[in-house]
């Protein structure tokens, strides 16, 4: 209401710019798919691409996958990030802890996740479990590197007024690390959770037994069913980009008090 | 971006050289203890695995014996077997990295100077980058097939995202007097983008190339276990079918010594180019 024309019309422009592209890339696709320019295996109508979607969701219970993939990402994004935060408080508050176990920590985190897969296939199957070891693993690593950073890093001068107070260990815990590592811990759970995800995605790919999206995908691949793949990819998609912005509010939300001591 | 600070490596890692050759020169003892200390835990854990595997605890399939998985290494290195995967691996890394930094640095600075380029391309871009790299990979093999463009262009991609995005930002975050200063001295164009903006742009720059690089590393080893028949990729899914959980370790070391020996790279590299920086640096 009160904002100004100029700014306005600045947001029209862009939403009008940033709608170009799309527009043009699918008119494209629709005029080359109908006109046979280009073969049809590759490029299906969108029309057919609507068509597997609806059928997907309503006869193959394509939501009830998406719940499986969910749960699966969402237990093993809490036992993750859980140990996370306890491991890395752990390495930020006892040296003998830190000098002992962080080295080892480092040198496990240079292995790719995804090659981990295998391993964790011969110890725990293809089932659930493996599934959850392997996302809970994802949402670990950042957790830890991000809350130890944070805590590694609170302010010397509070820590110091903690020794005049003579506080307890979990009072320097409760009213020191964890506040000042706050934000830290917030990045290395967001980030947890794009892990997570992506883990989810990649532990359907590769131990594909049981219902996901995931397998979904693999199977239109399979059959050579490219609408099929490309819901589930477009599926993919969305529940990151939900994901991700459930994890942005909670942050900014948690972190509201920030915004007032500054 | 709060997608960065991810690579944040833990305290000074003790890495064995740097650290040996600290001790010889005698003065830190401090470090050589650090870096006794911080052998403890591997040295632990390879005596549990060793008795595990000894007394019979688990099936030989489940956990080989440590002897057995370093005669396998050395088999593996003898025969020249691991270097030629590894090889396999590395110069699809490099080619495919290349290809997708390049291509993110162009995209990225296009993004970053002209608005108009940024407020087309920008939407399509991040929708497009929601999608993890590796949901791409089935799709992709639909149209290009399991042969060496598919694995090129899915690690382009992974170096891709992060270089534009990183790019784009550090080119908008170069503050606007410097550039000025350089419409002051008269620059040309040209002479604005190598001598202010890029320099400026740098240590973001430097960022995207890191994330750049550790998203291709994943990318490769995801394509790989999906699709290949060489590379380390391939070792690791071939061992896990043949239950030689010893090649598959050896696999994963490879993977994560690599993967560590391109982040060091990358450190002096970083440190190197941006060396006229050190004093402004945090």
């Known amino acids: ?262 | 971006m709060s997608i960065i600070s991810q690579d944040v490596s833990l305290a000074p890692a003790p890495n064995e050289v740097p650290v040996a050759r600290r001790a010889r020169t005698s003065i830190n003892r401090r470090g050589f203890r650090r870096f006794a200390i911080a052998l403890v835990l591997p040295f632990g854990l390879l005596l549990a695995w060793w008795i595990a595997s000894n007394q019979g605890w688990l099936p030989e399939q489940i956990l080989p014996s440590p002897a057995y998985v370093y005669s396998t290494a050395l088999e593996m290195i003898a025969s020249g077997e691991i270097f030629y995967h590894a090889g396999v691996s590395l110069r699809r890394v490099v080619v495919g990295f290349l290809f997708g930094a390049l291509a993110g640095l162009k995209l990225g600075m296009a993004m970053g100077l002209s608005r108009r380029v940024d407020d087309y391309v920008r939407p399509l871009f991040l929708a497009f980058a929601q999608i993890p790299t590796l949901g791409w990979i089935p799709l992709l093999m639909l149209i290009f097939g399991i042969g060496e463009t598919l694995k090129i262009i899915v690690i382009a991609k992974g170096a891709l995202v992060p270089m534009t995005i990183n790019t784009a930002a550090g080119i908008r975050g170069v503050p606007e007097s410097f550039v000025e200063v350089g419409h002051a001295l008269r620059f040309s164009r040209l002479q604005t983008l190598r001598l202010i903006v890029l320099p400026g742009a740098a240590p973001s720059i430097f960022t995207g190339i890191r994330y750049g690089l550790t998203h291709s590393w994943t990318a490769l080893v995801g394509v790989e276990l999906l699709a290949s028949s060489e590379g380390l990729g391939y070792l690791l899914v071939w061992g896990r079918q043949m239950f030689w959980l010893d090649v598959v370790i050896v696999a994963m070391i490879a993977v994560g010594v690599i993967g560590f020996l391109m982040d060091k790279g990358l450190d002096v590299s970083e440190v190197y180019v941006q060396r006229w920086n050190d004093r402004e640096g945090e």
């Open chain 1, 1 to 262: 209401m009160s904002v100004p024309a100029s700014f306005r019309t600045r947001r029209l422009v862009r939403i009008r710019r940033g709608l170009t592209l799309p527009v043009v890339l699918l008119v494209l696709w629709e005029v080359s798919s109908r006109g046979g320019l280009v073969d049809a295996r590759f490029l299906p109508s969108l029309e057919e691409v609507y068509f597997t979607a609806k059928r997907e969701l309503i006869d193959n219970n394509l939501i009830g996958e998406l719940g499986f993939s969910l749960f699966r990402n969402v237990v093993g994004f809490f036992i993750g990030s859980g140990l996370g935060i306890l491991f890395a408080t752990l390495l930020a508050l006892s040296r003998t802890a830190d000098a002992l176990i962080t080295p080892t920590f480092n040198g496990l985190k240079q292995i790719s996740l995804l090659a981990w897969i295998p391993l964790i296939s011969i110890w725990f199957g293809f089932g659930e479990q493996a599934k959850i070891v392997f996302v809970a693993i994802a949402a670990f690593i950042p957790v830890v590197l991000n809350t130890y950073e944070g805590m590694r890093n609170a302010p010397r001068d509070l820590i110091e007024v903690g020794h005049a107070l003579q506080f307890t260990r979990v009072q320097r815990i409760a009213r020191i690390l964890v506040p000042s590592a706050l934000p830290s811990i917030a990045t290395g759970v967001h980030l947890g959770l794009i892990y997570s995800w992506l883990a989810t995605v990649g532990a359907e790919y590769f131990l594909a037994v049981g219902p996901g999206v995931g397998g979904l995908i693999i199977a239109g691949r399979e059959r050579f069913d490219m609408a099929l793949v490309m819901v589930g990819v477009l599926i993919l998609g969305v529940v990151g980009f939900i994901l991700n912005r459930l994890a942005a509010t909670v942050e900014s939300y948690l972190l509201r008090w920030r915004a007032t001591t500054h």
